[in-house]
Structures are given as structure tokens and as C-alpha cells.
């Protein structure tokens, strides 16, 4: 999953691609480069992040999803978004997946909207705060609280991908803790993406940047997909696309 942030403050990438022109380029590059899918992003959500208003996410989500699919991108789009409404204006636009950072917790709407197009969707683990008593089993039980709600609204179970949310609602301690027991979550028997690009836990355990954390990233993919997770949320799109293959090529070989 290439990612493709048409924000003007996103972590790595704000700015870059904000302009519809930018945004539809980089989408087809990063096909180009192997995605098998565009994720596209109008808010967001580093740390200390400023909320945008529904009207705004709208205005920079719905024309980008609109000109890729005119333009024919061959991947499926993504939403990344938590408003129901962006969900439902992207899926008429010509989105196919909904990816929602609160796992249908934050928009009460999003599982009933999800269900009645019959898409796709990833849940995400994410907690306002990173307060725990039993951190592994409360990841678990608050992943199969998501998954509880978008089953009672309809989404159908082959529709449901999990995210284990690292770097959301998460010390640095637990995002590392958690990444040594993604099979745990592979366990619970749906796909599992996973979105480490360029986040703080590598580029903080290597003291870079984000933009200088490639390694640290393909470590990460590579110990991902070993785990069982099958889908990368990614900005180094070429880089990861090999470091996948070579991974694959061992653990299933």
C-alpha cells in the first residue's frame, strides 16, 4: 500500500503532494514502483496534529480519489479517514477501501456506511491515551471490539483487515513490545497491515530523521511479514516492494 498523503502537513511528506496535479502523478509513480495499492490521506494525524474540518478533508480527499479513478489508476484506492462522510463522498468518487484509524470508534456512522457499500475495510488499533494495565491482552480485546462493531453493522468478515496501530496511543516501549507480537494479532485469524514507514519508533531507536529511516523501516517490514502480516502501508514504495519479495521468497518458500 503506497501511501499518499495530500496534506500540507503530514510528518515526512506534508506539502508534497497537495495539489491535485502532484498527487495524481505520484499516485501512478508509486504503481510504477509496485503498489498494489494508493492510500490517500487528507488529515493528518503526527503527533500534536491540528484536526482539519469535515469541509477541508473533503476538498483535498474527494478530487484526488475522483481524478485517479477518471485517469484509470489499475489499484484500488483507499480512504484514510475516520468521518463517515469523507468515506461515503471517496467510495462515490471511486474509492474501494476504507481505512480508519479508530476502527469505527470515533464516527459512530462509518461501520453502517462501510457495510452498506460492502467494502473493504482496515481497523486500526488507536487509544486516546497510552494507559494500560495489560497492555497485550487489552491490543487484542480492543481490536476484537472493532471487529464486533463492524460485524453488528453488516461488514462482512472477508472485509475486514486489521492494523495494529503502531505509533497510535502507544509509548515507544509498547510499539516496539508490540511489533515482537504481531503473529498474536495474525492469530486472530484476518489480514494484518502494517504501517511502521518512516515512524518514530525507527527513526527514534536509529537517531535519524523520518526521511532518513529506510533501513529501519525495511527491518520492520521484513519482521512484519514474517509475523504473518500481510499488507505494508508504505512511502519508500520501490525499496519496500523488494525488501517484501525477498522476505516472501524465504518464509514461503
Known amino acids: 500500500m503506497g501511501i499518499l498523503n495530500v496534506t500540507p502537513d503530514s510528518f515526512s511528506d506534508g506539502g508534497r503532494y497537495d495539489s491535485l496535479d502532484r498527487?495524481?502523478?505520484r499516485a501512478f509513480a508509486m504503481v510504477e514502483e509496485g503498489a498494489d495499492m494508493i492510500d490517500v490521506g487528507g488529515e493528518s494525524t503526527r503527533p500534536g496534529f491540528a484536526p482539519v474540518t469535515l469541509e477541508e478533508e473533503l476538498e483535498r480527499v474527494v478530487p484526488v480519489v475522483r481524478a485517479l479513478t477518471e485517469a484509470g489508476l489499475p489499484v484500488p484506492i483507499s480512504v484514510d479517514t475516520y468521518?463517515?462522510?469523507v468515506a461515503r463522498r471517496a467510495l462515490d468518487a471511486g474509492a474501494h477501501i476504507v481505512n480508519?484509524?479508530?476502527g469505527f470508534k470515533r464516527d459512530p456512522q462509518m461501520a453502517t456506511v462501510a457495510a452498506a457499500y460492502d467494502c473493504p475495510v482496515i481497523l486500526m488499533h488507536n487509544r486516546a491515551e497510552a494507559v494500560?494495565?495489560?497492555?497485550?491482552a487489552e491490543v487484542i480485546a480492543d481490536l476484537r471490539a472493532c471487529v464486533d462493531i463492524a460485524r453488528r453493522a453488516g461488514v462482512k468478515d472477508d472485509n475486514i483487515v486489521l492494523d495494529p496501530g503502531i505509533g497510535f496511543g502507544k509509548t515507544y516501549e509498547h510499539n516496539l513490545r508490540l511489533m515482537n507480537r504481531l503473529h498474536h494479532i495474525?492469530?486472530?485469524?484476518?489480514?494484518?497491515?502494517?504501517?511502521?514507514?518512516?515512524k518514530s519508533m525507527v527513526y527514534r531507536t536509529l537517531g535519524t530523521t523520518p526521511n532518513?529511516?529506510?533501513e529501519g523501516t525495511a527491518a520492520t517490514v521484513a519482521f512484519g511479514i514474517a509475523q504473518g502480516c500481510s499488507i505494508i502501508?508504505?512511502?519508500?514504495?520501490?525499496?519496500m516492494k523488494r525488501v517484501a519479495a525477498m522476505t516472501d521468497a524465504m518464509i514461503r518458500h
Open 100 to 102: 480508519d484509524i479508530w
Open 83 to 85: 468521518k463517515a462522510e
Open 132 to 136: 494500560y494495565e495489560d497492555y497485550d
Open 233 to 239: 502501508r508504505v512511502h519508500d514504495v520501490r525499496e
Open 186 to 198: 495474525a492469530a486472530l485469524g484476518y489480514p494484518v497491515l502494517l504501517g511502521t514507514s518512516r
Open 212 to 214: 532518513d529511516a529506510l
Open 23 to 25: 498527487a495524481v502523478e
